[in-house]
């Protein structure tokens, strides 16, 4: 499966976007989908994951109260409100799915890795 994230863009602080994850080539119903965000000069992180059917959401601490994962399995796509933005929320968000089950974080678990979409939170 591959995923492709879109959605991003400039915004100012307390600010919301939702970025959007769509799958080709395959159903996203047997896999759980997670988000993932790179800001310049770090690691990719974990931001979200939900559960391929049940829709049980698992999130980064730096993010809990603030972003919301959801995902409709009709239409093969998974969401990502983010509520709230601060200039740290400032990365290159991914989505990425797993078979994996529980909660599971790391990025070697996630494949189908398409380009990120930009988001930009200003002060």
């Known amino acids: 499966v591959q995923l492709q994230a879109s959605g991003g863009g400039l915004v100012q602080a307390g600010d919301s976007l939702r970025l959007s994850c769509a799958a080709s080539g395959r159903t996203l119903t047997n896999y759980h989908v997670g988000w993932f965000r790179q800001a310049p000069g770090k690691e990719r992180e974990f931001v979200a994951r939900?559960?391929?059917?049940?829709?049980?959401?698992s999130y980064a601490d730096s993010v809990k109260g603030r972003f919301a994962i959801s995902r409709s399995n009709i239409k093969n796509t998974v969401w990502l409100q983010m509520n709230n933005l601060k200039p740290e929320d400032t990365a290159v968000y991914y989505c990425?799915?797993?078979?994996?089950?529980?909660?599971?974080?790391?990025?070697?678990?996630?494949?189908?890795w398409g380009q990120g979409t930009q988001v930009t939170v200003s002060s």
């Open positions: 939900i559960h391929r059917s049940n829709g049980a959401t």
């Open positions: 990425a799915a797993t078979t994996v089950a529980g909660y599971v974080t790391e990025m070697k678990y996630y494949y189908g």
